[in-house]
């Protein structure tokens, strides 16, 4: 489509750029493809002969990606598909072991912008928040169909939301009378349901809920461990893993799995020797990357964010 724009500005862009990249001829993977600015970047520091690949399961990024790393010398392998994927998208694509693998997971600035995608408590749209439009599962069925105990769960454990139970509870009682279908519906439910001292301090009452119903809707939780053990996995020896993080529960995870992949004994803390001859898989490097005061000025969206890295053994 000409004159199709995907507004996002990446995040950390030199810092995880720089964290991953070793191989002007390597092969590297974009896991959360977005606007591209990532993969543009690390195209342009590679020779003809290096190979990127960029993966995202939202259609509006892969023809983003596709216009905006037209002109890449080094060849380049577009594919929409979910990044739990991993392991068969590379397979598919007889790419072999890889020297950089870069996760992005904040939600593109487009998708926050784009009212009718849903995912913004500022703008009225349908309830929807797919970041893969062809799923059958969205942000309505979360909010009209799970009970009163499944939305306190969801609301509480993704949003870490202290008023979880009385919003789901103001939920069900809303729905009793009509669906709820919009975004603007479910904000003015949440706003009652928070008390008005609550209210005035701290983010937009429905932000840790909105995060939490996204979260649900697209299983982004659910799919991080397992999509990281498979980069690492894929990864040669001295290639690098980058994770950029925007919220506590999936840095938690990418964390943790780091930590569990660096370690070098899994025995039981009673067994006075190590039995288990357990060989780290990564070494993690340095403290966790914050933006930096100016990028914080240009881009506000970034101060939540955290870039980790590792690097295989």
Not at 9 to 35: H, K, M, R, W
Request: proline share 5%.
């Amino acid at each position: 489509m000409q004159g199709f724009e995907f507004e996002h500005t990446s995040v950390l862009l030199e810092e995880s750029v720089a964290g991953v990249f070793s191989n002007p001829q390597g092969i590297y993977v974009d896991c959360t493809l977005g606007g591209g600015g990532h993969s543009s970047c690390l195209a342009a520091r590679l020779a003809p002969e290096g190979w990127l690949i960029g993966i995202d399961q939202d259609p509006a990024a892969i023809q983003a990606g596709q216009q905006r790393l037209a002109e890449a010398v080094c060849k380049i392998s577009i594919v929409q598909d979910n990044f739990r994927n991993l392991g068969a998208v590379l397979a598919q694509l007889e790419a072999g072991l890889v020297d950089g693998i870069l996760f992005d997971l904040g939600v593109s600035s487009h998708q926050l912008d784009v009212a009718e995608r849903g995912f913004s408590y500022m703008q009225d749209a349908p309830l929807d928040m797919r970041m893969d439009p062809k799923s059958d599962f969205s942000a309505y069925d979360v909010v009209n169909s799970y009970d009163e105990k499944q939305l306190t769960e969801v609301i509480a454990n993704y949003g870490e939301e202290r008023w979880a139970k009385r919003i789901a509870k103001f939920i069900v009682e809303n729905r009793q009378n009509a669906t709820i279908d919009t975004t603007s519906q479910l904000v003015n439910i949440i706003k009652k349901a928070i008390p008005a001292g609550a209210r005035r301090d701290g983010p937009h009452p429905a932000k840790r809920t909105f995060q939490a119903i996204r979260i649900e809707v697209n299983n982004e939780l659910g799919i991080l461990r397992d999509t990281f053990i498979t980069a690492v996995e894929r990864l040669k020896p001295g290639g690098r893993i980058g994770i950029i993080t925007f919220h506590s529960l999936e840095d938690r995870i990418a964390k943790q799995t780091l930590q569990e992949l660096a370690k070098t004994c899994i025995c039981p803390p009673q067994l006075p020797v190590c039995m288990c001859n357990t060989k780290p898989k990564v070494k993690v490097l340095r403290k966790p990357t914050l933006p930096s005061v100016d990028e914080l000025e240009h881009n506000p969206r970034a101060r939540s964010a955290k870039l980790r890295l590792a690097e295989k053994l």
